[in-house]
Structure formats: C-alpha cells, structure tokens
C-alpha cells in the first residue's frame, strides 16, 4: 500500500512556483491573476493574487494531470471552484464563480 501511495505521488506533477493567466468573468471583464502553487505529494496549497487581492487556495489537490482547488473570493462571499488539467506545459481549468457562472482559464509557468 505504501508503495501505491508513492507511486501516485510521484505521477503527480510538480506544479511549485508561479503561474500567470487573464481570466474572463461571467460580466466579460478581463482580470489577470496569479497563482503561487506549492505542493507536498498530491496536495496543492499556496495563493491567488489579482486585482480583488489574495486570497489563499483550499481543499486542493493534483492527481495525475487532474488538479482541483477552492477559493472562498471578497471575504469568503464566492466559492471559486477550478477543475483543470496539465496540457503540456500549460494548465487549463474550467472555473466556477458561485452563482454567477463559468469561465476558462488557461495559466502559463512565470520564470
């Protein structure tokens, strides 16, 4: 079991550091955010930074090329919630805003 455990964590990829990318609200305004991943096996923390402030990532994780993670935006007034995948060196993540809708966001690694 311990070695299935090992396994899965080593397939994980290794999201650390930042990534930048320009997201589309359901209002169509642009806003450009920041994520500083750090990651322990298959568990993703760190924070997102955009013109509303930071706010820290929660209930986050990365299996396989599969990464999940909840952000509680303004105070803890919208639930964030991004579902998204490693494709190549890019991370694409479909994003849901509370009640107010859906958008994409694709991210690129920061050098």
């Not at 305004?29 to 706010?55: A, C, H, I, P, R």
């Not at 060196?89 to 994003?95: Q, R, S």
């Amino acid at each position: 079991m311990v070695m299935l455990a090992l396994l899965s964590a080593a397939n994980a990829a290794d999201l650390s550091g930042k990534w930048k990318g320009t997201m589309k609200t359901p209002d169509g305004q642009s806003v450009e955010v920041t994520f500083n991943f750090q990651m322990d096996g298959e568990k993703l923390t760190g924070t997102e930074t955009s013109s509303y402030g930071e706010e820290q990532i929660t209930e986050g994780t990365v299996k396989g090329d599969a990464i999940s993670f909840i952000i509680m935006a303004s105070g803890g007034q919208f639930k964030v919630t991004y579902k998204g995948k490693v494709e190549g060196e890019d991370l694409k993540f479909n994003v849901t805003i509370g009640d107010l809708g859906e958008s994409e966001l694709m991210l690129k690694r920061t050098k």
